[in-house]
């Protein structure tokens, strides 16, 4: 555990941080899209390549393709919306995390260094 006072992560490492925290947020957009792609092939009886295109457009806030052929199509559907709606919240946070860190890291060194 870091503090306020510590050095300011070497920018190679910093990087590699960015790198790793990047890596989890793939990881989260793939795992919504099986979700998305296991949904819509489950509920909707659409082949691999349809719902893929419909997790997808659905993940990506553009929304679906084809027409839902049910009841539990649409059912799942809304709350794929809405899921997809928090991962993408999530993702871009653990995009951000570490660049906000450090910027709120060199701004508590230039208080530090102020008060010394």
């Not at 990047?22 to 909707?44: D, E, N, R, T």
């Not at 691999?48 to 052929?69: E, H, K, Q, W, Y």
Request: aromatic share 12%; charged share 15%; hydrophobic share 55%.
């Amino acid at each position: 555990m870091s503090a306020y006072r510590d050095r300011l992560l070497p920018r190679r490492d910093f990087l590699r941080r960015q790198f790793r925290f990047l890596g989890v947020a793939i990881l989260l957009v793939a795992v919504a899209l099986a979700i998305g792609v296991a949904g819509y092939m489950g509920f909707a009886g659409l082949g691999f390549t349809d719902a893929f295109l419909n997790a997808s457009m659905i993940l990506g806030g553009m929304g679906p393709v084809d027409p839902l052929p049910n009841a539990a199509a649409k059912w799942f559907a809304s709350f794929y919306a809405l899921f997809s709606g928090i991962i993408l919240l999530g993702t871009v946070a653990v995009m951000l995390a570490p660049l906000l860190h450090r910027i709120l890291h060199v701004f508590h060194l230039d208080e530090y260094d102020k008060d010394r």
